[in-house]
């Protein structure tokens, strides 16, 4: 039981560029999550599913996509990188919403963008 | 919107102090609090929430409504407590987790 699994766990862009992290998860989680963490911000949710062929916008949606084609995987993309893209992005899934259903993180992915 | 403040981004105690991590919230609802950890080279998990009322690793917090927040504790600190911990809230209205900043907490020896 691998949990959430994030890859790749580096990566460095040219502006301009783009790229897909992939998130997969085999607890059979209903909600899968996308978050940028930064120095002295916290995590900020970029994009969430509450289920497979669903995706909603999070707090800092701009500049990225998402797609849950199967209940196990959850994709960010970003089809132009920028510089303020630079970032540790993790991905999280959890059975449900609510104080009985935490998060379960991945590793994250290390991005930089020149 | 629910705001978590983290007032402090680094917090350095030496071992066998007594810790507090401060959190502060704004939420006009009745909030679900959290905390969660992470230890070096390590990923992001679940500490405590404040509805079980737990005690894990030493720690506790209580939710005060009044001030708005929910502070973590320790009375003695282990070096093994070195973490980023993160406070957070979900409004238990939607689907977002929202986090504080984050504080860096430095047990010395």
């Known amino acids: 039981n691998a949990g959430v699994t994030q890859t790749p766990k580096f990566r460095v862009l040219k502006t301009g560029q783009s790229m897909t992290l992939l998130c997969a998860q085999d607890m059979n989680h209903e909600y899968m999550y996308w978050y940028r963490q930064d120095p002295g911000m916290g995590l900020r949710l970029i994009h969430y599913?509450?289920?497979?062929?669903t995706t909603a916008k999070g707090e800092v949606p701009d500049g990225y996509n998402v797609s849950r084609l199967k209940k196990q995987n959850f994709l960010l993309g970003l089809e132009s990188a920028a510089p303020s893209q630079t970032s540790v992005y993790f991905c999280?899934?959890?059975w449900g919403t609510g104080w009985n259903s935490p998060l379960h993180f991945g590793n994250g992915t290390r991005l930089t963008v020149t | 919107a629910q705001r978590v403040t983290q007032p402090e981004k680094l917090l350095s105690v030496f071992k066998g102090a007594p810790v507090e991590l401060k959190c502060n919230y704004s939420y006009s609802g009745s909030p679900e609090l959290f905390w969660y950890v992470q230890y070096s080279r390590q990923r992001l998990q679940l500490l405590l929430r404040h509805i079980s009322r737990e005690s894990i690793k030493g720690f506790t917090a209580d939710l005060n409504k009044g001030e708005t927040s929910f502070h973590l504790k320790k009375p003695f600190a282990q070096e093994e407590d070195s973490a980023m911990y993160y406070c957070a809230l979900n409004d238990n209205a939607g689907n977002m987790l929202t986090f504080g900043g984050g504080t860096r907490l430095m047990v010395k020896p």
């Open positions: 999280a899934s959890s």
């Open positions: 599913s509450v289920g497979e062929g």
